[in-house]
Every structure is written in structure tokens, then in C-alpha cells.
């Protein structure tokens, strides 16, 4: 498969009465108008999408917008730092945005290094008591690249190492996608970085590095939108709902962190009840094993509504991608839970191409090829089907697992992606061979249901015999939320 994908043909199909009541639902639940006159190219995985990035920089002329939730000090981000260094010190503007948290252990001496070549940096929502303490749940998980107002790219892919990973012994990549884009809506890509900026900093971004629409030629025939989804605005998650609800023949998801929300849910079971074909594609190893866990936890309502569902092999698939009818589909920062549809800053790109549809489709059906799929299987004595992998993660992987995510704060809380590459290779190796035993969906319910009873019963015990104990910190909390919401208060009379 290429690196990058691209065409720019254009359906034939005439719009029809119910195809434009859809556009529309479409535009008011995303609040994203659709741009005609785009080219779209797929970037799969880490390599060839930094080679687009650094080479979009390399020729910027007017100036360089750069958003990443991780840009790490390693490597990848050195590369990146020389480049937009270089691109500062011949006079172009150069501004970066990078997540407080998700960069938290990157040395200061990284950002005043690319400060004292000339480029402008901000960090998004570092801890402020000011913003009060609900404003700490939301990131700036976008990675957003924006140059000239004539190139943008959105997906998935962070400034780091790990996303160069491929196992030693099957040689799959840790997957992710991204796209890269020019026309009329590379002005939505810039108007989203513009928001996050204004936000960051006292100073706005000036008015000549806000491109209009209107005033970028167009580049190709595919018709495209822009998602900026901003806390609270729940635009993917309305978008997707209002799919599932007029899918006719499939809808396809890869996601990293799937924990999707009840409403999602219900959507995605009541369409393969319908006859729709639904398959979701995630990682077998999860960099963040404990999200892992507890997307497992969600599995069986929907396997036994008919939705297939699919674990990948490799050291991680990180892509958060959805295509529907080979007509609708997404590539974005957008993972299927709480903190990606609630509370982040994300960016995604919606085509309603057919042309890149296929495209989409066929990136998937490659991925499934690396992947195995969950089922649910009877067996004698058991009430309950249970959901049988493909092959099991047997107590030696669960070790490697173990040993290779204890990482430092605060990169073993974000997903280093170096966390499960040991287990996942080995698993890449094994999970395609078809074996099946008796691990099952129930382990991981009742290892959940284990862990929150003993939890709670645990701090009931101990607020029993030690009551002082536990009422400190809930009164320390208490203050602190209260102390906060007051001074809030204050400043808004």
C-alpha cells in the first residue's frame, strides 16, 4: 500500500431531496460547512506523514501554524524543532501550540530553544486556578499543521519516536493516519488553530494568517468539512449519531480509546440491528492498558447486537477513522470517548467523497488482515455466550505488558507508545494464527467489577476505623473546589 493516497474525482450522482436534508442535518450537528474544490491524500502511519509535514514547512513562504498534543524531545521532535528554527530565522512566522499535559515532561530548554530562533510558542490550559479545576479535564489533543493558508493536515499522529515503531518479529507499524489537504478548507483547519491560539495568550493571532475560504483557489473536486470540535460542543459525537441513524449498508471504525458514550451506543447497536454492517477495529495491546481493559467491558451488548469487532496485531493502532456507505468518511484527533467527543480541543476532516471513501475502506480491510476478531461463542454449561478472541494474551505477555508501561508521570498516563511494544510483538506474531481458547469478555467484567467493589469497600473500611483519615482529603478537596467557585464568582460580579 502507498504512503499517501490521492485523487480527485468527484461522484456523478445527483443530488437528490433526502441527500440534502442529510447535508444539512450534517451541517448543524458539526457546525462545519462543506468546502467543494479539495485535494485530499491519506498519510498512513508516522513516516510519511512527517515527511509531508517538514516538507509543507520547508516550503512555507507566509507563515507556519503547528498544534500537537505531544511533541516530544526526542528524535522526531528535533527534527521538527530544526525545521520550524530554520524556517523562524529566515522570517516566516512560526506559531506553536502544544498540550500542557501531553508535553508535560518536555525540558523548557526545548520551547526557549525554538523561542530564541524567532518562532512564538504557547502552551494550551497548563494549571491555573483561575480556570478552576473542571478546565484541567480538557486537552488540546489536536495535530494540526497549517502553512501558507494553501496546506493543512489533521489526524492522529504525535511528534514523537513512537510513532516510527514496527515489531521486530512481523514487522507491522504502529498504525495511525492522517490527511493532508488543500482548497477551501484549509481556511476551517486554520480558523480551528486560530480559536486555540486566541485562548493560549493575550496576544491574537493577526488577521493576515486567518484565511477565508472564499480567498483559497481550489485544488481539487472532493467535497470536504472540517470538524473543530472545542469542550463541550459534542459536534463528532452528533455527526456520527446522525450517520448511524441514515447508514443503509456499513459503517467501519478504527479508534485507539474506545469507551463510547451510551448515546453512541445505542446508535451503533441499533444500526447492525438493522441489518447495517458495523465493525470497529482496535488495538489487541493498548499503550494505555487500562483503557484496554475497560473498552473489553463494552464489548459484549455490542457483539450481541451483530457489530463486529476487531483487535489489531501491531504495536498499536492509534488512528481514529470512520467510513460510511463508502461515502461519509472521517480522519481526525478524535477518539470515541468522554475526553475526544466532551471535552478536548480535536480537528477531523469529514469527506463525503465517494472516491476517498473507498479509499478509507480499503486502508481498513488491509488493517483487518493484521487483525483478529472477537465472537461470541456458547459452550456447554455457560448461560452467557462468551466473547472468544482469536488467540489469548497468554501470562507471559501480560508481564512484558506490565514491565513496559510503568512509565514516569506523565507519559505513562498519556500513552507513550513504546509501552506495549514488547507484548505486541510477540502478539503481532501470533494474534493472525487463528487459535482460539478460553480467555473470554467475562474475565475482563468481572476483573472491572472485582476491582471498583473492593475499591469502595476498601475506603469505607478504612473511614471506619480511621475516620480522620479519609475526611481530610475529602475536606481539603472540598475547600479547594469551593475556595475556587468563589473566587470565580467574585471576578464574574
Excluded at 472545542?230 to 450517520?243: A, K
Aim: aromatic share 8%; proline share 5%.
Amino acid at each position: 500500500m502507498s504512503a499517501g493516497r490521492s485523487s480527485t474525482s468527484q461522484s456523478d450522482t445527483v443530488p437528490t431531496a433526502s441527500s440534502e436534508r442529510l447535508e444539512r442535518a450534517i451541517r448543524r450537528a458539526s457546525d462545519a460547512p462543506l468546502r467543494a474544490g479539495n485535494e485530499l491524500r491519506l498519510l498512513e502511519n508516522g513516516p510519511a506523514t512527517y515527511e509531508d509535514w517538514l516538507a509543507a514547512i520547508a516550503g512555507a513562504k507566509r507563515w507556519v501554524h503547528l498544534e500537537n498534543y505531544i511533541f516530544e524531545n526526542d528524535g522526531v521532535g528535533r527534527r521538527f524543532a530544526d525545521a520550524l528554527s530554520s524556517k523562524a530565522r529566515e522570517g516566516v512566522p512560526v506559531r506553536v501550540l502544544y498540550d500542557w499535559f501531553g508535553s508535560a515532561d518536555v525540558p523548557r530548554s526545548f520551547w526557549d530553544g525554538l523561542r530564541e530562533a524567532g518562532a512564538e510558542v504557547r502552551a494550551v490550559n497548563p494549571p491555573s486556578l483561575r480556570r478552576g479545576v473542571r478546565s484541567f479535564m480538557r486537552r488540546d489533543h489536536r495535530k494540526l499543521v497549517g502553512v501558507d493558508g494553501s496546506y493543512a493536515s489533521v489526524g492522529g499522529v504525535c511528534i514523537a519516536d513512537g510513532w516510527l515503531e514496527r515489531s521486530s518479529e512481523t514487522g507491522l507499524p504502529y498504525r495511525d493516519t492522517a490527511v493532508a489537504f488543500r482548497g477551501p478548507a484549509v481556511a476551517d483547519a486554520e480558523r480551528a488553530f486560530a480559536g486555540a491560539w486566541d485562548l493560549s495568550g493575550a496576544k491574537p493571532l493577526p488577521p493576515g494568517e486567518r484565511p477565508e475560504a472564499g480567498d483559497i483557489t481550489p485544488a481539487g473536486e472532493r467535497d470536504a468539512r472540517v470538524v473543530i470540535q472545542e469542550p463541550g460542543r459534542v459536534r463528532v459525537l452528533r455527526t456520527l449519531e446522525i450517520l448511524l441513524a441514515s447508514v443503509e449498508e456499513r459503517m467501519w471504525i478504527t479508534d485507539a480509546y474506545f469507551l463510547s458514550a451510551p448515546t453512541l451506543t445505542q446508535a451503533l447497536i441499533s444500526s447492525s440491528r438493522d441489518g447495517v454492517d458495523v465493525r470497529i477495529l482496535l488495538p489487541a495491546t493498548n499503550d494505555l492498558p487500562w483503557i484496554g481493559a475497560l473498552s473489553r467491558t463494552g464489548y459484549r451488548p455490542l457483539l450481541e447486537a451483530g457489530v463486529r469487532i476487531f483487535e489489531y496485531g501491531g504495536p498499536m493502532i492509534h488512528a481514529k477513522t470512520h467510513v460510511a456507505d463508502s461515502r461519509f468518511s472521517r480522519v481526525g484527533s478524535t477518539n470515541l470517548n468522554f475526553s475526544g467527543l466532551l471535552a478536548n480541543w480535536e480537528a477531523d476532516l469529514l469527506s463525503e467523497d465517494p472516491s476517498f471513501g473507498a479509499e478509507i475502506e480499503q486502508m481498513f480491510e488491509e488493517d483487518l488482515q493484521n487483525a483478529r476478531e472477537i465472537r461470541l461463542l456458547s459452550s456447554s454449561g455457560s448461560i452467557r455466550p462468551r466473547a472468544v478472541p482469536e488467540r489469548k494474551i497468554d501470562e507471559g505477555e501480560r508481564r512484558d505488558q506490565r514491565r513496559t508501561n510503568r512509565g514516569s508521570f506523565p507519559g505513562a498516563l498519556r500513552g507513550s507508545s513504546g509501552a506495549a511494544t514488547a507484548t505486541a510483538s510477540r502478539l503481532g506474531g501470533e494474534a493472525l494464527r487463528g487459535t482460539t481458547d478460553s480467555a473470554y469478555l467475562g474475565a475482563y467484567e468481572r476483573k472491572l467489577g472485582v476491582a471498583v467493589s473492593a475499591s469502595v469497600l476498601g475506603i469505607s473500611l478504612l473511614g471506619l476505623r480511621y475516620p480522620r483519615l479519609v475526611a481530610w482529603p475529602q475536606a481539603a478537596v472540598g475547600l479547594l473546589a469551593g475556595g475556587v467557585g468563589l473566587l470565580r464568582a467574585a471576578r464574574r460580579g
